[in-house]
C-alpha cells in the first residue's frame, strides 16, 4: 500500500491530534512532524489528553503509528564540537518527546563540519549517536544531504561511515530526500542503480523513509532547494517512479515541498501522485484554495 503524506504543523495548543487532522485533511495516510518549530529548540510539554485522542483516531482510520516521522529541528549539529553539549542533550529530551507520542522513527541531518574536517565530523556524529541511543527505544534516522556548506551525508559511504560506528544497529536508519540526492549528484534517472549502490554501501534494510521533493537547482548543485513536485529539475515522471517503487513500497512517502504563496500544497500533490497524471494547472488550484 502507498504509505504518502506529507510535513505537517505541530503546535502545543492541539498536540499530535491537531497534525493528524491536519494530514487526513490532505488525504495522506501518513505524516511528519516537528514537535516544536523546526528552526528552534524551544518545546512544550505534551498534553495527554490530546495524545490519548490522537492515537484512538489513528486507529479508526487505519493509520499505521510505526510508521509517522519526527524531524529534529535541523540547527542540531553533531558533527562540530562548538555546541556538541547542548546537541546531545536537545537529542535526548527530543528521543523521550517521541517516546512519550509512541513514535518509533526521529529524522535527523547528521550536521555539518564547520571546518573540522569530515573524518573528525564523522566521529563525533557517531559519538553523539552512541550517547543517545543508550537509553531509548526511538530508530534515529540520518537524513541524506545535499551537500550544502559542509554538511555530512552528502553520499551513502559517509551515512556508512558513520553507521559503522554505531553501536545500537537496530537504532539506526536513513531517511533519503529526493530533492537532497539529485543536489548531491545522483541522478534520479537511475533510481534501481541508486537503490542498488545504497543497498551494497548502507544496506537497503537501514532505510525507512523518504522526502519527496523536487528541486529548484540543477543535479550535483549542492544547494538543497525544494520545489512544488513536477516544477523542478527532477521533474514529474520520475518522481513518481521513485514513489511507487517496488522494493521501497512499504516505507513512507514524505512530501515537504513549498508552500504557494502561503497555501500548503500537499491536499493537491498528495493528489496528483494518487492520480499518477501530472496536473499543470495545480498551483494555480493551490492559490486559489480549490
Ligand atoms: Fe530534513
Ligand atoms: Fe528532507
Ligand atoms: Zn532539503
Known sequence: MLLIGSHVSYNAKTGLLGSLEEALNYGANTFMFYTGAPQNTARSPINDQLLEKALEKMTEEKIQKNKIIVHAPYIINLANTEKYEFAVNFLKEELKRCEKLQMSYL???????????????????????????KDTTVTILLETMAGKGTEIGRNFQEIKQIIEQVEKKELIGVCMDTCHLNDAGYDLTEFDQILTEFDQIVGLNYLKCIHINDSKNPMSSHKDRHENIGFGSIGFEKLIKIIFHDKIKDIPKILETPYVEGY????????MIKNKTFNQKILEQIKENL
Do not use: M, R
Request: charged share 20%.
Open 107 to 133: 529524522v535527523l541531518h547528521p550536521g555539518s563540519h564547520v571546518g573540522l574536517g569530515v573524518d573528525k565530523a564523522i566521529n563525533n556524529i557517531a559519538s553523539g549517536l552512541n550517547e543517545v541511543l
Open 264 to 271: 500548503p500544497p500537499y491536499k493537491k500533490e498528495i493528489e
